[in-house]
């Protein structure tokens, strides 16, 4: 009598759990921006000879503030109580933040003509964040060098100050700059966001952001009282570049600040980036077409 034939029982295959619809929401979107920054990479580097230009001529922003600093220092031994290398890292600090914050986000400003245009309406159709649409979709490429040349000249000065190295303090040297960009990042954006409600609102926000970098280049012990209040503290200004300089050179406040005031920049440009996205959630609320 034949055997029937024995039917060892198989493994069935292994089925990979499906990923989360939000996850692939969130790898999409980041597909998307990516690829409108490579098409407004690829169209800067049409124009070859003009997008040189553009790198080289931006790149000198940087040196023009530095030398302008220098200068000052040729009819003086301090500044507000600081000496050159105290002066030279606070403002490198601060203009290595600013010049991140304006590759990043400095084409925010542009919303005005946007909301002017009705060119608004087709970015808030689209299913992508339109913060994120903005800034990718202008996303100057141009502005590369002078915040490689920021880097630079932020690494050099870190070493010709010649500091008192701590882990602390090279935690801070990381963290203060991107702290700064994002404190830049954030009057950029509640700039802008003022268009919302004020087309003609370019001068306005341009009195915050680049000023704002002017203002905080220098110690706030040149200012009088009642500016330190409003664009010092009020406006945070100060943790731009004196506040971090302060710690990393391991001197107290001539003002009084108590010690630890100088470690919160990371803080404090976490509360004004929050503080400016909910100004431009709000904004785009109360967005009312053009029509055009």
């Known amino acids: 009598m034949a055997e029937l034939p024995v039917r060892l029982p198989t493994k069935s295959p292994t089925r990979r759990p499906a990923r989360p619809s939000a996850e692939k929401d969130r790898a999409g979107s980041a597909a998307a921006y990516a690829s409108l920054v490579r098409a407004q990479i690829r169209s800067q580097r049409q124009y070859r000879l003009s997008f040189a230009l553009d790198v080289g001529l931006t790149s000198l922003v940087s040196v023009v503030e530095i030398v302008a600093m220098l200068a000052l220092f040729q009819v003086t031994d301090e500044l507000g109580g600081f ?3 105290e002066v030279l890292l606070m403002g490198v600090l601060c203009e290595f933040g600013f010049q991140l914050a304006d590759l990043v986000v400095g ?3 542009r919303l005005a003509q946007y909301v002017r245009t009705g060119l608004m ?4 159709v689209r299913p992508l964040s339109p913060l994120g649409q903005l800034l990718a979709t202008d996303f100057p490429f ?4 002078r915040t490689v040349q920021g880097a630079v000249l932020y690494a050099a000065v870190l070493v010709y100050v010649d500091l008192d190295w701590t882990p602390a303090r090279v935690a801070l040297a990381v963290a203060a700059p991107l702290a700064a960009a994002a404190l830049f990042a954030a009057m950029f954006v509640a700039g802008a966001s003022v268009a919302f409600w004020w087309i003609d609102s370019g001068e306005f926000a341009n009195a915050f952001t680049y ?3 002017t203002f905080a280049e220098y110690p706030v012990t040149l200012y ?9 503290y009020g406006l945070g200004f100060a943790f731009a570049g004196y506040q971090p300089a302060l710690a990393l050179l391991g001197r107290p406040d001539p003002l009084g600040a108590p ?5 919160s ?6 509360l004004a980036w929050a503080a400016a996205v909910l100004l431009w959630r709000t904004g785009i609320r109360h967005y009312r077409s053009t029509g055009s």
């Open 211 to 213: 000023g704002g970098r």
């Open 83 to 85: 000496t050159l290398r």
């Open 142 to 145: 141009r502005k590369v060098g």
């Open 259 to 263: 010690g630890w005031l100088a470690w």
């Open 121 to 124: 309406d087709a970015v808030l």
């Open 224 to 232: 009088p009282a009642w500016l330190r209040g409003v664009f010092a």
């Open 265 to 270: 920049t990371p803080a404090v440009a976490a």
């Open 107 to 109: 084409n925010i400003e």
